[in-house]
C-alpha cells in the first residue's frame, strides 16, 4: 500500500521558515515553492521544501519540471487578500473560468493595499471610510498606490453597525455612545476597516481613543469581535450584520460600507482583470453572492476607479 508522501500547510511552511504566510504565497506564486491542493486547502510536499532550502543554500541539484512544479505552468498562481466570503466565491470563479490557482490570505484592507504596493499580492479587498470625504477607498487607494496604475472594482455594499447584547442593556445607538463611562467596547487590529471606520468616526465626534474603555483590546474578525459581545466581555462592537446572525448579537445599523477590489494595471495583469471583470459582473456570481445573504450587488462589477 502506497503511503502518502509528508507535506506541510501554508502556516506550517511559514513557520519553519520563519517567514510570513504573504511570503510563502510570494513565493509559490513565484514558482520558487511548489504546491498542490488537498480541497480549498494548499500544501507543499517535504521533499520540495528541502529541495528550496538547498537552493537557497546553492546546493540544489536539477530536478525535471514535472517533479519540481505539480501546478501546470499553464496554471497562473494568483493571491487574494482579504477577509470576506465573498472573496472565496470569487477565487472558485475565476478557477472555473480561466488557468488560475487562487490562494487566499486574510490581511486587514490597509496590508493588503501595501502588499499589493510591493507586488506581494494581486487582488486585494478595501473597505476604508475616509472621513474627510465621507467616501470609502479611493482616498486611501490613490495615497497608497502612488506611481501605479490600479484598476479598483466594487464587489458589494453590506451594512455595518454595532454589536450588542440581545436587548441591547446599555440603550448604545450612536458613535457619541461609546464614550459613555458605562460603555465597554471590544476593537479590531490596525489596518482593519472596521478599525478605520472607528478611528474616522471618533475624531469626526471630538471623541479621543484613551477615554473610549476597551479601545486597546483588539480582534482580528468580525465574528471574534461580535463572540467577546454575546460573551458578555465587551458591551459593543462593530461589524457587519451578517456576522451579527451567526453569534447571536443584536445588529444596530449605522450605514452601508463600500466593499472594492484593488488590482495592479501591469501588461501581466489585463488578462487577470478581464476574468475579475467577466466573474463580478456575470449573473452566476451575482446570484450565488446574493444567497449568500447581507450583500447588497446592484453595484456589483462597476468600476470605481482606475488610474493608467
Known sequence: ???????????????????????????????????????????????????????????????????????EAAVRPIIISGQDAALD????????NGPYQSLRTYTS???????????????????????????????????????????????????????????????IQTWRDLGRSDVVIVNREKGAGARVLLDEQLRLHGLSPSA????????????????????GLADVGIGTEKVARMAGVEFIPLMNEQYDVVMLRTPENESLIASVLDVLRSDSFRAELEALGGYDVSQTGRIIAERG
Open 212 to 231: 473610549i474603555r476597551g479601545y486597546e483590546r483588539e480582534e482580528t474578525s468580525h465574528l471574534s469581535v461580535a463572540s467577546a459581545v454575546a460573551s
Open 109 to 171: 484592507s490597509l496590508n493588503g493595499l501595501i502588499a499589493l504596493y510591493k507586488g506581494q499580492c494581486d487582488i486585494v479587498s478595501v473597505h476604508l471610510f475616509d472621513g474627510q470625504t465621507g467616501e470609502y477607498n479611493r482616498p486611501y487607494v490613490e495615497k497608497l498606490l502612488t506611481g501605479h496604475a490600479y484598476i479598483m472594482v466594487n464587489v458589494m455594499r453590506r451594512p455595518i453597525g454595532f454589536y450588542v447584547s440581545k436587548g441591547n442593556p446599555r440603550s
Open 1 to 71: 500500500m502506497m503511503t502518502e508522501p509528508q507535506s506541510y500547510t501554508i502556516e506550517e511552511i511559514a513557520s519553519l521558515l520563519k517567514v510570513s504566510k504573504l511570503t510563502v504565497y510570494d513565493l509559490v506564486k513565484k514558482g520558487k515553492l511548489p504546491a498542490f491542493r488537498v480541497g480549498r486547502q494548499m500544501r507543499i510536499t517535504a521533499d520540495d521544501l528541502r529541495r528550496y532550502i538547498d537552493g537557497q543554500k546553492g546546493e540544489t541539484s536539477p530536478v525535471s519540471s514535472a517533479v519540481s512544479r505539480p501546478v
Open 89 to 96: 466565491l470569487l477565487g472558485v470563479h475565476l478557477e472555473k
